[in-house]
């Protein structure tokens, strides 16, 4: 199981799972994978449904899935809190514990993509599924750890890895240099608590983010340095990637670097360092916001 617009990496099992269009090469893939709603509710059967109403009709919809496109065994379910490449969508707090129910039932284990959301990035909390109320039974992460250097890992409950018998080995696994900058970095956001820093500059930019008047903006969203605007054609929910594409130039232009993402590509997403400061803030917010207008 897996989510629609998710994406999971660039390997041939991770695009296999990837549910946005986009970034999968090929139809060609080495598992069977049924997708849930992903958190969207901008447009599609699920827009404009309260937080209770989408976690309920969520649920049935997995039950669904599951009696009517699954056979035998299903391994697992595998999603971001927050979607990354998906244009920063998230379900509701408290979805996957609702989802975890029913998962427990089947014997279907839960893995948790935090390689955009670990390590403090929500503001709120330091992994993404804790906003949850639920613990996975997997959890991958990436990137942030290494701070530019390449370096990855999984955790998992000691009953779950303890059942690979398999011989497995990564001829780059453990490298010592990156584990040890690994090592750095969380010292680093433990002891100046880039998580409450995460917290409260992003509370700014989302604020500042918001009061932006334009008729091209459908949705701000996000969580903590999680930020994300999708654009829109004035006085629809048509998406508009040229008029996106136009406001990455200009910040450029004007010394800002932001990305470009979601299903349509008219989304805007912004991940700015842990480390960002009030007035790096106010900075990158008056040049967007000029971009924009």
Same mark, same amino acid.
């Given at each position: 199981?897996?989510?629609?617009?998710?994406?999971?990496?660039?390997?041939?099992?991770?695009?296999?799972?990837?549910?946005?269009?986009?970034?999968?090469?090929?139809?060609?893939?080495?598992?069977?994978?049924?997708?849930?709603?992903?958190?969207?509710?901008?447009?599609?059967?699920?827009?404009?449904?309260?937080?209770?109403?989408?976690?309920?009709?969520?649920?049935?919809?997995?039950?669904?899935?599951?009696?009517?496109?699954?056979?035998?065994?299903?391994?697992?379910?595998?999603?971001?809190?927050?979607?990354?490449?998906?244009?920063?969508?998230?379900?509701?707090?408290?979805?996957?514990?609702?989802?975890?129910?029913?998962?427990?039932?089947?014997?279907?284990?839960?893995?948790?993509?935090?390689?955009?959301?670990?390590?403090?990035?929500?503001?709120?909390?330091?992994?993404?599924?804790?906003?949850?109320?639920?613990?996975?039974? =997997?959890?991958? $992460? @990436?990137?942030?750890?290494? &701070?530019? %250097?390449?370096?990855?890992? #999984?955790? +998992?409950? /000691?009953?779950? =890895?303890?059942? $690979? @018998?398999?011989?497995?080995? &990564?001829? %780059?696994?453990?490298?010592? #240099?990156? +584990?040890? /900058?690994?090592?750095?970095?969380?010292?680093?956001?433990?002891?100046?608590?880039?998580?409450?820093?995460?917290?409260?500059?992003?509370?700014?930019?989302?604020?500042?983010?918001?009061?932006?008047?334009?008729?091209?903006?459908?949705?701000?969203?996000?969580?903590?340095?999680?930020?994300?605007?999708?654009?829109?054609?004035?006085?629809?929910?048509?998406?508009?990637?040229?008029?996106?594409?136009?406001?990455?130039?200009?910040?450029?232009?004007?010394?800002?670097?932001?990305?470009?993402?979601?299903?349509?590509?008219?989304?805007?997403?912004?991940?700015?360092?842990?480390?960002?400061?009030?007035?790096?803030?106010?900075?990158?917010?008056?040049?967007?916001?000029?971009?924009?207008?």
């Amino acid at each position: 199981l897996a989510m629609r617009n998710s994406y999971h990496g660039r390997s041939f099992a991770a695009l296999g799972v990837t549910g946005n269009r986009s970034w999968s090469a090929t139809s060609l893939t080495p598992v069977n994978v049924s997708y849930l709603h992903s958190g969207d509710r901008l447009r599609g059967v699920f827009a404009g449904l309260s937080d209770q109403d989408y976690i309920e009709r969520a649920v049935a919809d997995l039950r669904e899935v599951l009696a009517t496109t699954t056979a035998g065994d299903v391994a697992c379910l595998i999603a971001e809190p927050v979607q990354g490449v998906g244009g920063f969508v998230a379900p509701p707090d408290g979805y996957f514990k609702a989802i975890k129910e029913v998962l427990d039932e089947q014997g279907i284990l839960w893995v948790s993509d935090e390689v955009q959301t670990g390590w403090g990035r929500t503001g709120s909390h330091f992994w993404g599924y804790q906003a949850h109320d639920a613990t996975p039974d =997997m959890l991958t $992460f @990436a990137k942030g750890v290494g &701070n530019g %250097f390449t370096l990855g890992g #999984v955790v +998992a409950r /000691a009953q779950v =890895m303890d059942s $690979f @018998a398999a011989t497995s080995f &990564n001829t %780059f696994g453990g490298n010592p #240099v990156s +584990a040890s /900058a690994g090592s750095a970095v969380i010292d680093y956001l433990l002891s100046h608590d880039l998580q409450a820093n995460a917290a409260h500059v992003g509370g700014i930019l989302h604020a500042g983010l918001r009061a932006i008047d334009s008729d091209r903006i459908a949705e701000v969203r996000g969580k903590g340095l999680m930020l994300a605007i999708e654009f829109v054609k004035p006085g629809t929910l048509d998406p508009d990637p040229a008029f996106t594409l136009e406001v990455v130039e200009r910040c450029k232009a004007s010394g800002l670097l932001v990305g470009k993402g979601g299903l349509y590509g008219n989304v805007i997403r912004m991940g700015p360092p842990l480390t960002l400061t009030e007035a790096e803030a106010k900075e990158g917010l008056e040049v967007l916001a000029c971009a924009i207008m």
